[in-house]
């Protein structure tokens, strides 16, 4: 959603993109074609179990690096480099930025900037916390722990070799100095395009219905529910019997698979538009224990006019104008509270949604964002 927000913004402002990127290629009738002169694909390479450990025994590069980056998507960059000329390649994610130095050694005096969706050695440590807390976890831990020192090394070498780095928090962008003492670094938020979020007639619910979203193998996400369907959700019923929880987005983790059933647990897989489940959820809950970035889930819940019960983890990131329309409870039964009053009243849910719509279009619009990126180039001399 923030690549797509970016190439649309700088598509409309003039500038001429092309796109290399992991997976099938567009279908003809994608608006990336209207969006890019050039789009190269390559599809991810193939790593088992097998693949990962030797890695993580012989290797010092981390897991997060190694998932993406093929040797046809560094031919792909190649043939772009060799065939077209570039003012600036931008890099979009801490996971394509093996090929950065592919960049340098072929044309070094081309500039590169290197967007962070998250300060990912950050996220990574907050991880190792949580795990780190559960005995049966401990093995997560040590994973995670490894990993968080192989990030932060690899990190900080990519924010030094870039011409400037983008985060999109005050507080990423903190973590990431702090991390490269003297590397350049702007924030740029993520934002969405909220007028696809706005809902044309109120829904009616049979029953008291909660929803959360997002790509559902991420861990972070995983966790979330985890916590949320263990602890936090049985105090609901325990009020409201007949409450029922949508967990909805692509490519649900094994262990949630198992959460479903006849009930009160819907997990949906991949859904073709998201806005049908948002505006039919009575409370959004983003019960988040560990992450870093701006939550995109966050922002089409407020688009989309949703009361929202969130943790401080989940709000991370927000302008306080946003934050001061959600419900923020970091304990079981805080949260659990913050649902159920929400639930019994249907005056306070539709105040907080109207809130937060009005004050998501007034500071994460892609309209209002789009500025500060090229703000960002211009104080990184590009």
Same mark, same amino acid.
């Given at each position: 959603?923030?690549?797509?927000?970016?190439?649309?913004?700088?598509?409309?402002?003039?500038?001429?993109i092309s796109l290399l990127a992991v997976?099938?290629?567009?279908?003809?009738?994608?608006?990336?074609?209207?969006?890019?002169?050039?789009?190269?694909?390559?599809?991810?390479?193939?790593?088992?179990?097998?693949?990962?450990?030797?890695?993580?025994?012989?290797?010092?590069?981390?897991?997060?690096?190694?998932?993406?980056?093929?040797?046809?998507?560094?031919?792909?960059?190649?043939?772009?480099?060799?065939?077209?000329?570039?003012?600036?390649?931008?890099?979009?994610?801490?996971?394509?930025?093996?090929?950065?130095?592919?960049?340098?050694?072929?044309?070094?005096?081309?500039?590169?900037?290197?967007?962070?969706?998250?300060?990912?050695?950050?996220?990574?440590?907050?991880?190792?916390?949580?795990?780190?807390?559960?005995?049966?976890?401990?093995?997560?831990?040590?994973?995670?722990?490894?990993?968080?020192?192989?990030?932060?090394?690899?990190?900080?070498?990519?924010? /030094?070799?870039?011409? #400037? $780095?983008?985060?999109?928090?005050? !507080?990423?962008?903190?973590?990431?100095? %702090?991390?490269?003492?003297? =590397?350049?670094?702007?924030?740029?938020?993520?934002?969405?395009?909220?007028?696809?979020?706005?809902?044309?007639?109120?829904?009616?619910?049979?029953?008291?219905?909660?929803?959360?979203?997002?790509?559902?193998?991420?861990?972070?996400?995983?966790?979330?529910?985890?916590?949320?369907?263990?602890?936090?959700?049985?105090?609901?019923?325990?009020?409201?019997?007949?409450?029922?929880?949508?967990?909805?987005?692509?490519?649900?983790?094994?262990?949630?698979?198992?959460?479903?059933?006849?009930?009160?647990?819907?997990?949906?897989?991949?859904?073709?538009?998201?806005?049908?489940?948002?505006?039919?959820?009575?409370?959004?809950?983003?019960?988040? /224990?560990?992450?870093? #970035? $701006?939550?995109?889930?966050?922002? !089409?819940?407020?688009?989309?006019?949703? %009361?929202?019960?969130?943790? =401080?983890?989940?709000?991370?990131?927000?302008?306080?104008?946003?934050?001061?329309?959600?419900?923020?409870?970091?304990?079981?039964?805080?949260?659990?509270?913050?649902?159920?009053?929400?639930?019994?009243?249907?005056?306070?849910?539709?105040?907080?949604?109207?809130?937060?719509?009005?004050?998501?279009?007034?500071?994460?619009?892609?309209?209002?964002?789009?500025?500060?990126?090229?703000?960002a180039w211009e104080r990184f001399g590009?």
């Amino acid at each position: 959603m923030r690549v797509f927000g970016l190439l649309k913004g700088l598509h409309e402002a003039g500038h001429r993109i092309s796109l290399l990127a992991v997976g099938a290629a567009p279908e003809n009738d994608s608006p990336l074609h209207d969006l890019c002169e050039h789009i190269v694909t390559a599809p991810p390479p193939t790593r088992g179990l097998a693949d990962r450990l030797r890695d993580l025994l012989l290797g010092s590069k981390p897991d997060v690096v190694l998932r993406l980056v093929s040797d046809e998507l560094r031919q792909g960059l190649i043939a772009l480099l060799e065939s077209q000329k570039f003012d600036l390649v931008q890099f979009e994610g801490l996971e394509v930025c093996d090929l950065l130095p592919l960049v340098k050694q072929r044309l070094p005096g081309l500039p590169c900037c290197y967007d962070a969706f998250n300060a990912e050695y950050q996220l990574q440590r907050n991880l190792y916390m949580v795990d780190r807390r559960q005995p049966a976890r401990w093995p997560f831990a040590l994973w995670s722990r490894i990993q968080a020192r192989r990030i932060a090394s690899f990190e900080r070498d990519i924010c /030094l070799r870039a011409a #400037g $780095t983008l985060a999109v928090s005050d !507080e990423d962008a903190r973590a990431l100095r %702090a991390l490269s003492p003297g =590397s350049p670094v702007a924030v740029v938020p993520n934002g969405i395009f909220t007028g696809q979020y706005q809902l044309a007639q109120t829904t009616q619910n049979a029953q008291p219905t909660l929803a959360f979203t997002g790509k559902m193998d991420y861990r972070p996400n995983v966790d979330a529910m985890h916590w949320f369907c263990k602890r936090v959700l049985p105090r609901v019923l325990e009020e409201q019997p007949a409450c029922h929880l949508n967990i909805v987005g692509q490519s649900p983790h094994a262990s949630l698979k198992q959460l479903a059933g006849p009930g009160h647990i819907t997990v949906t897989g991949r859904v073709e538009e998201i806005q049908p489940w948002l505006h039919g959820c009575d409370v959004y809950v983003a019960p988040l /224990l560990a992450g870093s #970035g $701006t939550k995109l889930k966050v922002l !089409e819940a407020m688009a989309s006019g949703c %009361a929202i019960v969130a943790t =401080s983890v989940a709000a991370t990131g927000l302008p306080p104008a946003l934050t001061r329309t959600m419900r923020i409870a970091d304990e079981e039964q805080e949260m659990a509270d913050a649902i159920l009053e929400l639930l019994d009243d249907a005056n306070s849910r539709r105040r907080m949604g109207e809130a937060a719509a009005e004050a998501v279009r007034g500071t994460s619009d892609w309209s209002a964002i789009l500025p500060s990126l090229l703000t960002a180039w211009e104080r990184f001399g590009l």
